[in-house]
């Protein structure tokens, strides 16, 4: 489609091809509505169209991250537990030949505006790339996930090196580029970071890493997995799914322990905690005593354990000091942790240099490299492994204006409103998913999206049996949801923090407050449920 193109009218218009933005367009097409899609890589994935980076691998356990739907697991199989990027790649190649999404999706293309006319209870839609051009929708929804918006730090002169320098998510598609015996530096030590070190440092001939927050990072026990006993458990999978709604906090296959951490003996925590870290994943950090997210003291025993077992895998102090310090940095519930195979052993190599910028802050970079406080160092490649401007970015970096003409971005500048985390007043028939104020990361990403889409696919085929132009969530009704999600976050150790992005403090000016809801999935469940059981008594509804 061109500039110059007449608008072409649709029922609903998706923006994000990743696992919500599939599923939402497969179960609204096959309802009969006509749907279009834009994805701003050049394929079907989300952020796997995207990670393209050294390491990148999932950290959420095969098979429950993928679609539930059987058409696309009858015949698909993961090769590890926990799949590497390029696998979930194929994957999504493997779902569009059963569902045959790509026919309905603009790809290079990225949504830039969204406007709603009252009087015809329409979005217009305006797009750039290769699908350019204006589009109309009644329902406008946008699936782009927690992590569509790079966060990259102000640092001075970064303009002036010349090296070759990338963040993750923006890693090149189309050339590798080659680490081998060059000097390298990654800033930054989240899951993407921790990833690249590890897949880097074998080849590196030197690798710098610039850490601000230590990652409390737990053991990932990745395996490979058998094709034929998965292939036993494919009839069993759609009551695992069911399991995992009605009794995981997150999704997954496991869930809290009931016991309190305190209560138990000594020996039975420390045989507890060591099975959690031998199963592997998240079951140190969702599968742990309950109370280790409500309580300080059993908070301080479970990293008490994790810090002991980390540091005996490092050979020097001062670097143990530096990655697992007494002193703990933050909670578990705090902050997303890393899984991880073998990166604390990466800091016993003699290529491998460690720098704390809260000792040694960088000034700036130079065209050769950076400098910091302690000197320069000089750089052939620089990763920047420096996060997003999560949860809400995905949302704010369009220009969206709802009713009145007031924009999103104005509207969330002093904090985010959301109703069940899916919609937001007096922006009509918009809803999005796996972003502000629902489980989102707080849950198994698959989980999350598809259970906020079949949501969204009730209410719009709610608003068209009652013959609706449009609606959206009543102010009182939002008000009343945010203040229910921050309370919940206040139940938990995350209450009072301000050094995670699960917060937005990571992005500087960026509200710090409860960007997401921890009560879980089945109460999640429930109360959207509750919603819809009652026809959307909390909605304003205007008729044709």
Known sequence: ?????????????????????????????????????????????????????????????????????????????????????????EYFRHVDSKLHIS?????????????????????????????????????FIICSGFAAKVYI???????????????????????????????????????????????IAPLVKQLTVFQRTPNIAIPMQNTKLNKQQEELK??????????????????????????????????????????????????FWVGTFYDVWTNPKADALQYEFWRRHVVSRIKDPKVA?????????????????????NYYEVFNQDNVRLVDVNEEPILEFTETGIKTSGGECEFDVVVLATGFDAVTGGLTQINITGINGVSLKDKWKQGVNTYLGVCTTWFPNM??????????????????????????TDAIIYCKRNNLKYMYPALEAEVAWRFHVNQLQDLTLLKGSKSSWYVGSNVPGKTVEALMYLGGIPKY?????????????NFIKVAK
């Not at 193109?5 to 998706?14: E, G, N, R």
């Not at 603009?106 to 949504?111: A, E, P």
């Not at 060059?182 to 970071?193: D, H, L, M």
């Not at 469940?525 to 008594?537: F, N, P, Q, W």
Request: hydrophobic fraction near 35%; charge should be negative.
């Open 321 to 341: 000091e530096k990655l697992a310090p007494k002193k703990q940095m933050c909670t578990f519930c705090s902050k997303r942790p890393s899984l991880e195979q």
């Open 234 to 283: 494919k009839p069993y999978l759609p009551q695992l799914w069911e399991d995992t709604l009605r009794f995981s906090n997150a999704g997954f296959q496991y869930r809290f322990d009931r016991r309190s951490c305190l209560e138990v003996t000594p020996e039975e925590r420390e045989r507890f905690f060591q099975s959690l870290f031998d199963r592997g994943g998240f079951n």
């Open 525 to 537: 469940l429930e109360e959207i449920g509750v919603e819809a059981d009652s026809s959307y008594k």
């Open 431 to 456: 809803y999005f998913m796996y972003g502000p104020q629902g489980p989102t990361a707080f849950s198994n990403g698959p989980t999350c999206a598809q259970i906020q889409a079949d949501w969204i």
């Open 1 to 89: 489609m061109t500039k110059d193109s007449p608008i072409i009218h649709y029922d609903a218009v998706i923006v994000g091809g990743g696992f919500g933005g599939v599923y939402q367009l497969y179960k609204l097409r096959s309802l009969g509505f006509r749907v279009r899609g834009f994805e701003k890589e050049p394929a079907l994935g989300g952020v796997w169209a995207s990670n393209t980076y050294p390491g990148a691998r999932v950290d959420s356990d095969a098979p429950l991250y993928q679609l539930w739907l059987e058409e696309c697991y009858a015949d698909w199989t993961f090769s590890e537990r926990f799949p590497q990027g390029r696998e979930l790649q």
């Open 103 to 139: 026919k309905d999706y603009d790809f290079n293309t990225f949504v830039s505006d969204a406007l709603f006319d009252t009087c015809a209870g329409r979005w217009t839609i305006t797009t750039t790339g290769d699908g350019a051009g204006k589009y109309s929708a009644k329902n």
């Open 153 to 199: 730090p102000d640092i001075k002169g970064m303009d002036r090196f010349k090296g070759i320098m990338h963040h993750t998510a923006h890693w090149p598609k189309d050339h590798e580029v080659d680490v081998t015996n060059k000097r390298v530096a990654v800033i930054g030590t989240g899951a993407s970071g921790v990833q690249v070190i590890q897949a």
